[in-house]
């Protein structure tokens, strides 16, 4: 994907959302990351829009460029929810971007015994592989 990270969502889509007509944290920070430049985001920034299905196109290759540097990165709930979020994309996304899903399944596999054999809850953990064998038959 090629697109300048020094510009925000908005910038690159070309549409502005104006002020949130919702009074609520996710709304409000959805709103305020949509204007943030790409290359400031973090973790947790990516967690969120991500989480959102927002500025998919731009964000999960910064996503997957963080996994192949820390399969476990972390936002502010626990180490892997980066890698939750991107498992759990709407299926549509994966089909229309079968490149990024294949890294992403790549990356999976690469990393499979260390996440199966990280210290977290058996909840966690479940939820990566589950999420990952929904995500590998829905759209294969």
Not at 3 to 12: A, N, V
Not at 84 to 98: A, D, Q, R, V
Request: glycine share 4%.
């Amino acid at each position: 994907m090629d697109f300048d990270r020094t510009l925000s969502i908005e910038q690159l889509e070309g549409t502005s959302w104006g002020e949130p007509k919702y009074d609520s944290h996710l709304v409000i920070r959805c709103h305020t990351l949509r204007r943030k430049a790409l290359n400031e985001f973090d973790v947790e920034d990516l967690r969120i829009m991500i989480g959102q299905n927002m500025g998919l196109e731009y964000l999960v290759p910064l996503a997957l460029e963080t996994l192949k540097s820390n399969i476990l990165a972390e936002g502010d709930f626990y180490e892997g929810d980066l890698l939750k979020s991107l498992l759990t994309i709407h299926p549509e996304f994966w089909i229309s971007n079968p490149e990024l899903k294949k890294t992403l399944c790549e990356l999976f596999e690469t990393n499979e015994r260390s996440l199966s054999e990280f210290d977290t809850t058996d909840e966690i953990r479940e939820g990566w592989f589950q999420s990952y064998r929904i995500l590998k038959k829905a759209i294969t």
